[in-house]
């Protein structure tokens, strides 16, 4: 017997459709365009895209502020529809990027603070002398 479905198999268990075989497909969702190994290796050793693209968007934004092009404090542009983003240079659409980035981290910074009190806050309920000796510990 070859293994392979028979007539009857469509009536019996377990049972095998039509082009029924294995489809595990391995596909690669990462980012990487590169060398995968080297792109994960600069990850790991210099920094996350995120904090390279933080990077080069603050030289961009000084050089700007340097030449006169920007001011020094990110404007109040938000970019919302079409017609407002065709309508704003580069570098004021790069700044108002930097000023959105820059309030998702201060919002996500304020809920990881709220969180870090309310736990800590229940651990002093729970054990006064933890919650001391947890405190002293980040006061270095």
Same mark, same amino acid.
């Given at each position: 017997?070859?293994? =392979?479905?028979?007539? +009857?198999?469509?009536?019996?268990? $377990?049972?095998?459709? $039509? @082009? =029924?075989?294995?489809? +595990? ?5 990462? $980012? ?33 502020? #340097? ?21 704003? =240079? $580069?570098?004021?659409? @790069? ?6 980035? #820059?309030?998702? #981290? ?16 229940? @651990? ?5 002398? #933890? ?10």
């Amino acid at each position: 017997m070859s293994g =392979s479905p028979t007539w +009857n198999s469509w009536f019996s268990f $377990p049972f095998f459709a $039509p @082009l =029924s075989g294995a489809v +595990n497909q391995d596909i690669d969702t990462g $980012p990487y365009q590169g060398v995968p190994e080297i792109e994960i290796a600069i990850i790991r050793e210099v920094g996350s895209f995120g904090k390279q693209l933080g990077i080069i968007s603050d030289a961009v934004r000084d050089l700007a502020v #340097k030449m006169g092009e920007l001011s020094p404090e990110p404007a109040e542009i938000s970019v919302h529809a079409a017609e407002t983003a065709r309508t704003m =240079s $580069p570098l004021e659409t @790069l700044d108002d990027l930097v000023r959105r980035v #820059k309030r998702v #981290k201060d919002t996500y910074a304020a809920a990881v603070e709220r969180d870090a009190t309310q736990a800590l806050e229940r @651990l002093h309920r729970v054990d006064p002398e #933890k919650s001391r000796t947890l405190t002293a510990r980040f006061q270095r």
